[in-house]
């Protein structure tokens, strides 16, 4: 699926550009230094505009209710209160903190039914010569192709069918077949050294075996990456709970925004603070996991 | 949890004689079964399924569905019918929301690009600031601009006044404001995304093309039209086409945002297609919505994928 051949994040760049500028020949003019301070304050400021939103929300999230409203809009809480959370947590209609832990459960066993089904399939796939294996493969390649649109009524059938309609596992499962997470795995085992493999085969290690204490520890960085994707895509996902899910202490966090925005048109404050809490943990995990989340998303090609 | 499935001699699972590279013919199933099982379920059937329910009179709520052969299909077309007018409303919104904002998706994410391109310190503070809003869903990144953007005491209003400018628009509940606010929301949400791709291509672009073009006494300018933006045509079709068919999805910032406000007018193809499906139960009308919807971005992914080839061939 993917069009880019190098990956966008080079591990490499990173040294170059934190720690060794190029050294420099000779002494910067003053205008030269003029001109680059300059570029770096517009930079700078851009890109503080870019993220001032993300800023407000969380402030705004420790604002009373008028002061979150207040005309002129002021940016710094007067006074600081976490009163906003303590009114979702414990508001029976809308529980925030139940749904925060509905979406860290959901996206936890998603991420993982999407790694241990997506690396079983996959290295079969790598590995394996077997009649039917090019049909399996170009089924999950061609899915890639499938417009999810046309996915939604029909899945919800099959979901109603299977009684899962109004539960967690509704959000969990459906959506667990990854074709880009067999691709990616695949390309990945594709990827180590087949001797390892073939060792441990003449050692009278069989498939299981080779797969499980060979392969697999191998594979741990695309293992990571790809269930820090599924936990993304799951923890984010909205379209899907808003239809399955309809009882008020069963929705994950984004769908439960949804049903906070409609009970509290325009108590700010609330739904900042809803806002903030469904942003923290992706934030932080974007804070640390920079490299793998930028580079397994452009290699995803998937776009919101 | 799916160790039993694999017969081992002994426990640890060595065999005590190598038996090389085959295994049984049925290791491959073996390891496959989990995944093909989810596959089959949520992706084969539901495909089969919903062309199934687009022949039929398929309503959630009724014991009978009627096979109507293309019936569903004919009334999407057939101006004197109950679905055609709210389906083309629909679709005439995504395709306005997608002309509007896949070009500043293609050029806005270039130009930072271009920037992030040199190497500068701080640079990878920079590609995250940018990259940040993509990793955050569409709910919050929905709930938080209709907030800014709320024509009383909405940030964007009041810091337009300040530059005086029209301070009263309503961004959210009259149209062009909506537009302009569904397409700003969803450019900021997404452009780090694009911005990411277009790095990467640009980093393929061979050093020694620039040089040789300085050499020749090249402007800037003339670098950026004959060595950058051929270095990025093949991947120029790749963003096109995603962003095209992301932008033709939208589905959540209407949701939330405008909830398909002034009237309909900003209700989306998706919106119009899970209503009538999920909420109104109309199963086999929405089916044939999907695969109208479908058939459209088929076509309109295809023209946009081979006006780009030939562009470059034309080149070559």
């Keep these: 699926m993917t069009a880019t051949r190098s990956t966008p994040a080079r591990p490499g760049s990173e040294h170059e550009a934190a720690g060794h500028p190029i050294p420099r020949r000779r002494p910067l003019s003053k205008a030269a230094i003029a001109g680059r301070v300059l570029r770096y304050a517009g930079l700078i400021l851009l890109a503080a505009i870019y993220i001032s939103p993300l800023v407000f929300m969380f402030l705004t999230s420790f604002k009373s209710g008028p002061d979150a409203t207040s005309v002129p809009p002021t940016w710094i809480p007067d006074p600081w209160t976490t009163q906003a959370y303590e009114t979702v947590f414990s508001a029976t209609n809308t529980p925030v903190l139940r749904w925060f832990l509905n979406s860290m459960i959901a996206a936890t066993l998603h991420a993982a039914l999407v790694v241990v089904t997506a690396a079983l399939a996959a290295y079969p796939l790598a590995r394996m010569n077997f009649r039917g294996r090019s049909l399996i493969l170009a089924l999950v390649i061609g899915t890639l192709l499938v417009p999810p649109v046309i996915l939604i009524v029909p899945s919800f059938l099959v979901v109603n069918e299977l009684g899962w309609l109004n539960t967690l596992v509704a959000v969990i499962v459906p959506t667990a077949a990854s074709a880009f997470g067999v691709f990616f795995l695949r390309q990945f085992f594709l990827s180590i050294p087949i001797e390892l493999e073939e060792a441990a085969e003449l050692d009278g290690a069989n498939k299981w075996t080779t797969f499980t204490r060979v392969v697999l520890p191998l594979a741990k960085p695309a293992l990571a990456t790809l269930a820090l994707l599924a936990f993304l895509t799951n923890w984010n996902d909205f379209l899907w709970p808003v239809y399955v899910l309809f009882s008020p202490d069963l929705q994950t966090l984004p769908a439960g925004l949804a049903t906070l925005q409609s009970a509290n048109a325009v108590r700010y404050d609330l739904l900042m603070a809803g806002a903030a809490l469904a942003s923290a943990p992706v934030l932080a995990l974007f804070i640390f996991l920079q490299r793998y989340i930028i580079e397994g998303v452009a290699r995803s090609g998937v776009k919101g | ?316």
């Design chain 2, 1 to 316: 949890m799916t160790a039993t499935i694999l017969p081992t001699r002994r426990p640890d699972g060595f065999s005590a004689r190598p038996r090389g590279r085959r295994g049984s013919p049925l290791t491959p199933w073996l390891f496959l079964t989990p995944y093909l099982v989810l596959f089959t379920v949520f992706v084969i059937v539901p495909v089969v399924f919903g062309m199934w329910i687009s022949l039929h009179a398929w309503d959630f709520t009724l014991p009978r569905r009627p096979f109507v052969g293309f019936d569903n299909y004919a009334k999407l077309f057939d101006p004197s019918s109950s679905t055609f007018e709210p389906f083309w409303a629909s679709m005439r919104a995504t395709g306005i929301f997608t002309v509007l904002s896949v070009p500043p998706l293609l050029i806005i994410p270039l130009a930072i690009a271009l920037i992030m391109r040199a190497n500068f310190p701080g640079r990878n503070l920079f590609r995250a600031i940018y990259f940040a809003p993509y990793v955050l869903g569409v709910a919050v990144v929905a709930v938080l601009w209709r907030y800014l953007l709320d024509n009383n005491i909405g940030l964007v209003n009041y810091y337009l006044g300040q530059l005086g400018l029209p301070d009263d628009i309503a961004w959210t509940t009259s149209t062009p404001g909506a537009w302009v606010a569904l397409v700003w929301v969803t450019v900021w949400w997404t452009l780090g995304f694009n911005a990411v791709i277009y790095l990467a291509a640009l980093q393929d672009i061979p050093a020694e093309l620039y040089e040789a073009a300085k050499v020749d006494g090249a402007s800037a300018w003339s670098q950026f039209i004959h060595v950058t933006l051929p270095g990025l045509r093949p991947i120029l079709s790749f963003i096109a086409v995603i962003t095209l068919i992301a932008s033709a999805n939208m589905f959540g910032q209407s949701y939330l945002m405008t909830q398909g406000a002034p009237g309909r007018e900003t209700r989306t193809a998706i919106y119009q297609i899970t209503e009538t499906g999920l909420r109104g139960f109309r199963m086999g009308d929405a089916s044939a919505m999907s695969f109208v919807l479908t058939f459209v971005l088929v076509i309109l992914s295809a023209i946009v994928f081979i006006a780009f080839r030939q562009k470059r061939e034309e080149r070559a």
